[in-house]
């Protein structure tokens, strides 16, 4: 099973974007869902994730106070709300899968990688 990101594209700084994380075929209730980001010529970093119920969420410090993540598991969706959007938050965004909370988000510990979706943020 391959998650699927959606919800990307271009936009001012200053903006806001909301992703989605979907799973085709497959139920998101009993994981923690992570979402991820890759900028051209770095490592893949870790930017939030969720535990099953939404009582364990944890977000990466250069997103800290901008970004939201929550989900619905009626929808089986996971959502990844970007708000105040900086020209350094530019990169292709993946959503992945981990049977167990990660501390420090490190993504060799998640799978289920889709394609992921291009944010793009201009100055």
């Known amino acids: 099973v391959q998650l699927q990101a959606s919800g990307g594209g271009v936009v001012q700084a200053g903006g806001s974007l909301t992703l989605s994380c979907a799973a085709a075929g497959s139920t998101l209730d009993y994981y923690v869902v992570g979402w991820f980001r890759q900028a051209p010529g770095k490592e893949r970093e870790g930017v939030s994730q969720?535990?099953?119920?939404?009582?364990?969420?944890e977000y990466a410090d250069s997103v800290k106070g901008r970004f939201n993540i929550s989900r619905d598991n009626a929808k089986n969706t996971v959502y990844l709300q970007m708000n105040s959007l900086k020209p350094e938050d530019t990169a292709v965004y993946y959503c992945?899968?981990?049977?167990?909370?990660?501390?420090?988000?490190?993504?060799?510990?998640?799978?289920?990688w889709g394609q992921g979706t291009l944010v793009t943020v201009s100055s």
């Open positions: 969720i535990g099953r119920s939404e009582g364990r969420i």
């Open positions: 992945a899968r981990s049977l167990s909370y990660v501390p420090g988000m490190i993504p060799s510990l998640f799978n289920s």
